[in-house]
C-alpha cells in the first residue's frame, strides 16, 4: 500500500513498483495530486498507460481513520510504503499546526490502522532536513537528528522516526525503513508523468521549469550571501527515477526473512551543486533563458546540505545512476509537453 500515491514521489514509484511486479493499493487525499477520470489522480492514469497494469486506488485521508480501515478491511496488505505528507518547508513556518496535523497526527492513526489489521512493515518517506543545519559534510546516517531543525516540516519527520522507532521497539514483530531524501527532481523520461505542485512551487526545479515554459515571470533566488562558491545554497539533488528505484530495493530487502528492527539511509547522490549551477544546468537543457532575481533568504533554509549515501549502496545495493543534466532534460521533457502540469488544458 502506497500512501500519497497520486503524488510526485508516490506515482514514480508506484510506476517502478508495477514494473516489479508487485501488487500496489494506492491512497491519496488529493491535496497534491489532480482527479482524473473516474476519480484516480491523473497521474496514476498516466502510470497505467504507461505500465500496461493496473493500480487499485483509494480516495482516503490519513486523518481520517475510517477511510483507511476501509481500505485495510479489503485487502491483505503485507507493507505500507508512506509518502503522503505536507513539504513545504516555508509553508510549514507559517502553518504549523496543519503540518503537525497532518504529518504527525495522520502518521500516527496510519500505524494505529496497521496495528488493527496486522500489517508490521513500513518504508516511511523522511527527510535531509531531520539533520537541521549540518555540523559536518557530507552527512552520513550517524549526524545528529533533531537538534537544529530549521523550520516545523523537518521537525514533523523527525518525531515521525522517532514515533516509528518507539513503535518498532515496543513490538519486535514490526520492521521498518526510514528513507532520508534529499532534493528529488526531474521527471519519468517519457514525459509523461512529473512534478506538478498546486499553487506557487515551494522547490527550485519546478519553479524554475515554469519559469522556462512561460508561466511564471521570473525565479527569486532565496539568498546570495551564503558561505558556498557563488553565494546561493547548495543541496544534493537526486532524480526522482533514482528515488523510485531505491524503494524497489528498499521493499526487496525488508521482505527478507532476517530483517528486524529500524535501519535508517540517506538517499542522494552525494555530490552537492548552488541554485544558480541547477539554473544554468536547466537553461542548457531546455535551451530556454529563466531569469532570476537574488532577493532575502528564505525562513527554514541551511547553507550547504549534500549526504553521503554510501550506506544504501552497500546494504540496498542502490546507487543513484542520474546526474544533474539528467535531471534537468527531464524536467523539462515533463514541463513543456504538459505546460499547465496534470491539468487538461
Known amino acids: 500500500m502506497v500512501t500519497g500515491g497520486g503524488g510526485y514521489i508516490g506515482s514514480h514509484t508506484i510506476l517502478q513498483l508495477l514494473q516489479e511486479d508487485f501488487n500496489v493499493i494506492a491512497v491519496d487525499n488529493f491535496v497534491n495530486s489532480i482527479k482524473g477520470p473516474f476519480a484516480i489522480p491523473e497521474s496514476l492514469v498516466r502510470v497505467q498507460n504507461l505500465t500496461g497494469k493496473s493500480v487499485t486506488f483509494y480516495g482516503a485521508d490519513l486523518c481520517n481513520k475510517a477511510s483507511l480501515r476501509d481500505v485495510f478491511s479489503k485487502h491483505q496488505i503485507d507493507c505500507v510504503i508512506h509518502f503522503a505528507a505536507l513539504k513545504a518547508v516555508g509553508e510549514s513556518c507559517r502553518l504549523p499546526l496543519m503540518y503537525y496535523g497532518n504529518n504527525v497526527t495522520g502518521s500516527a492513526n496510519l500505524m494505529e490502522v496497521m496495528m488493527e489489521f496486522g500489517v508490521k512493515k513500513i518504508v516511511f518517506s523522511s527527510s535531509a532536513t531531520v539533520y537541521g543545519d549540518p555540523e559536518y559534510l557530507p552527512i552520513d546516517e550517524i549526524h545528529p537528528t533533531g537538534t537544529s531543525i530549521t523550520n516545523p516540516y523537518g521537525k514533523t519527520k523527525y518525531f515521525m522516526e522517532e514515533i516509528i522507532k518507539d513503535q518498532v521497539a515496543a513490538n519486535p514483530d514490526w520492521s521498518s525503513m526510514l528513507l532520508r531524501y534529499f532534493n528529488p527532481v526531474g521527471a519519468h523520461p517519457s514525459g509523461m508523468i512529473g512534478e506538478d505542485p498546486q499553487g506557487i512551487p515551494n522547490n527550485l526545479m519546478p519553479y524554475i521549469a515554469q519559469v522556462a515554459v512561460g508561466r511564471r515571470e521570473k525565479l527569486s533566488v532565496y539568498g546570495g550571501d551564503y558561505p558556498t562558491s557563488d553565494g546561493t545554497g547548495v543541496r544534493d539533488y537526486i532524480h526522482i527515477m533514482d528515488l523510485a528505484d531505491s524503494h524497489v530495493a528498499a521493499l526487496k530487502k525488508i521482505f527478507e526473512p532476517d530483517f528486524v ?9 552525494g555530490n552537492g551543486a ?5 539554473i544554468k544546468a536547466f537553461e542548457e537543457a531546455s535551451g530556454r533563458k529563466v ?5 532575502g533568504r528564505r525562513a527554514g533554509d541551511v547553507s550547504s546540505a549534500y549526504c553521503s549515501p554510501k550506506l544504501a549502496e552497500t546494504e540496498l545495493g542502490w546507487k543513484a545512476s542520474r546526474g544533474l543534466v539528467d535531471m534537468c532534460r527531464d524536467m523539462w521533457t515533463w514541463q513543456s509537453k504538459n505546460p499547465m502540469g496534470f491539468r487538461l488544458e
Request: hydrophobic share 40%.
Open 261 to 269: 528492527g529500524v535501519k535508517i539511509y540517506n538517499l542522494g547522490t
Open 274 to 278: 548552488t541554485v544558480l549551477e541547477v
Open 291 to 295: 531569469p532570476y532575481e537574488i532577493v
